[in-house]
């Protein structure tokens, strides 16, 4: 892979995040603690250097992520100085929503698609810049650069506009945004490449380490806490594991892998035939999922 390669894909996607912040009244830049968010966040920095960052940014906190994601973001937030929202949905805890005692469908619909519709409508951000990449899955190859929302965050596959010669269509009315995504033309190989060249900060969980697993429906499915509820034929068993997604836990299944740094992890994904959203369980609990949450406002 040459440099100038992925030199053209952060010159593009740093035009992106330029672009955006110059259409925006209240752009804000959304923040997950995951690999793309962390390229995101130097992308951005990049864009605006010597100058601090135009936006703050904003963590939709399920309370159920790993605790090794926490410390990671807190990490961060001190070491950049950043402005991070942290915005949560008060029916999680006024309901007890959490992933265990509900299906992945509720669950995710109320700690983060309604969650992030609360924080964009209460801080009114109009321009929201996320990092997810056309390759990661079907429906998010569907999507434009600068993806419109009409006022209720409704995404609208059939009606998106042209995106000729790097020209977009910004125009909106009151309480309309965007959904903004710098990294539409990145593969996830092009992620890690660029981490190992930047040298980009990431979370421990995506390299390999013995950490304690229990295998449910053929997924290895971290044992973070205490608060996971083994069933009767479950034992903990430690193994050789590492993440290729971060998500909520426990919706997150770990790969079987002994990669312990970036070089060693691009050559293991460059012999693999499966996405890395394989551990995503979300993606999978209905027919169309994703594109059905999408629609609804799922980032």
Not at 143 to 148: K, L, P, T, V
Request: charged share 30%.
């Amino acid at each position: 892979m040459s440099v100038d390669y992925l030199s053209d894909l952060e010159n593009e996607s740093i035009f992106l995040i330029r672009e955006a912040v110059a259409k925006a009244k209240n752009p804000v830049m959304m923040y997950s603690m995951g690999k793309d968010s962390s390229v995101l966040l130097h992308l951005a920095k990049k864009a605006f250097y010597p100058h601090s960052m135009p936006f703050s940014f904003l963590h939709i906190d399920t309370l159920f992520k790993f605790q090794d994601m926490y410390d990671f973001r807190d990490m961060i937030i001190k070491k950049f100085n950043i402005n991070l929202i942290k915005y949560t949905n008060p029916e999680v805890s006024a309901k007890n929503i959490n992933p265990f005692d509900f299906t992945s469908e509720i669950y995710t619909d109320v700690a983060k698609t309604q969650a992030l519709k609360q924080a964009i409508d209460q801080h009114e951000f109009d321009f929201i810049i996320g990092g997810a990449r056309r390759d990661e899955e079907k429906s998010r190859s569907k999507e434009r650069i600068f993806s419109f929302r009409d006022a209720k965050h409704i995404w609208n596959p059939k009606y998106q506009r042209p995106e000729l010669w790097n020209l977009f269509n910004t125009e909106k009315n009151n309480h309309e945004s965007f959904r903004v995504f710098p990294l539409s033309n990145w593969t996830e190989l092009d992620i890690w490449r660029y981490i190992e060249q930047e040298r980009v900060d990431v979370v421990p969980l995506y390299f390999s380490k013995q950490r304690p697993v229990v295998v449910r429906d053929q997924k290895f499915i971290m044992v973070d806490d205490g608060r996971l509820k083994l069933k009767p034929d479950e034992k903990i068993e430690y193994m050789n594991i590492r993440f290729r997604t971060l998500g909520c836990y426990p919706l997150t299944a770990a790969i079987s892998s002994t990669a312990i740094t970036v070089s060693e992890i691009i050559n293991e994904l460059a012999h693999s035939h499966y996405s890395e959203r394989q551990g995503r369980l979300i993606d999978s609990d209905i027919q169309n999922s994703m594109e059905k949450k999408k629609i609804e406002g799922y980032f």
